[in-house]
C-alpha cells in the first residue's frame, strides 16, 4: 500500500507539472540570450508564440564551441505530442526550419512547441578540471522570406547598394582621375612613387 502512494505521488509530481520538463515562451523575432540547460540529459519546451498561417520559420539555437555537446530540436503540437524532428547542423548552430499550417487548430489543442535536449559529447581532457553542468545557449525563432530570414534581407539590401555607389561614384570622377586605355594606365602607375625608395 505505502509502495502504490509513493508511486501515485511520483506520478504527479513528475508528470502534473509539464512533464518534468520546463515550458518557456519563445516570440518571433525576439532572441532568447543565456538560456541554460543541464548539460545531462536537458530538455525544456519552448512555446512558440506570434506565428502567422502559412508563413514558413526557422528555429535556430547557438552555443559555445568550448562545451561539447550535442543538441536536438523537435516540432511538437502539444507538451506530449510526437514531434517532427528536422535537423540541420552549421559549426556550433543547430536550426530547425518548418511552416506554420492551420494555426487555428493548432492554438485550440495547446499551442505549438519546441523541444530542446542536449546532451555532452567528449571528456574534458584536462586533469583537475570538471566538467560543467550546466550550458549556454541562445535561441531564436524567426521568419523567413524565400527561405532567408526576414532581419538578413536589410543586410543584402544595404550591400546592394554599396555595390551600386562603387559603380555610379566613378562616373562624377574629373575624366583626367580616369584611365582611358593600358596606357594610360601605365602612366598613371610610373607617376606613383615607389615602395622601395
Not at 16 to 38: I, M
Not at 56 to 84: C, H, M, N, Q, T
Not at 108 to 133: C, F, K, M, S, W
Amino acid at each position: 500500500m505505502v509502495v502504490k502512494v509513493l508511486w501515485l505521488i511520483l506520478f504527479c509530481v513528475t508528470f502534473g507539472y509539464g512533464y518534468g520538463v520546463d515550458v518557456k515562451t519563445l516570440n518571433v523575432g525576439e532572441e532568447l540570450f543565456k538560456e541554460t540547460l543541464p548539460l545531462h540529459m536537458g530538455s525544456r519546451y519552448y512555446q512558440l508564440q506570434g506565428l502567422k498561417p502559412n508563413t514558413w520559420y526557422e528555429v535556430k539555437i547557438s552555443y559555445p564551441a568550448s562545451i561539447p555537446a550535442v543538441f536536438s530540436l523537435e516540432l511538437k503540437k502539444d507538451i506530449s505530442g510526437v514531434g517532427v524532428r528536422r535537423l540541420r547542423k552549421l559549426l556550433n548552430t543547430e536550426k530547425l526550419i518548418f511552416m506554420a499550417e492551420n494555426l487555428d487548430k493548432i492554438n485550440h489543442q495547446d499551442g505549438l512547441y519546441v523541444l530542446i535536449t542536449v546532451e555532452p559529447e567528449g571528456v574534458v581532457a584536462l586533469r583537475g578540471v570538471r566538467e560543467r553542468e550546466n550550458i549556454l545557449f541562445n535561441i531564436v525563432c524567426d521568419e523567413l522570406v524565400m527561405g532567408i530570414p526576414r532581419e538578413a534581407w536589410l543586410v543584402a539590401a544595404f550591400g546592394v547598394t554599396c555595390i551600386v555607389v562603387g559603380f555610379l561614384v566613378p562616373l562624377f570622377f574629373p575624366s583626367f582621375l580616369m584611365p582611358k586605355n593600358q596606357d594610360d594606365f601605365k602612366h598613371v602607375t610610373q607617376l606613383l612613387p615607389d615602395k622601395d625608395s
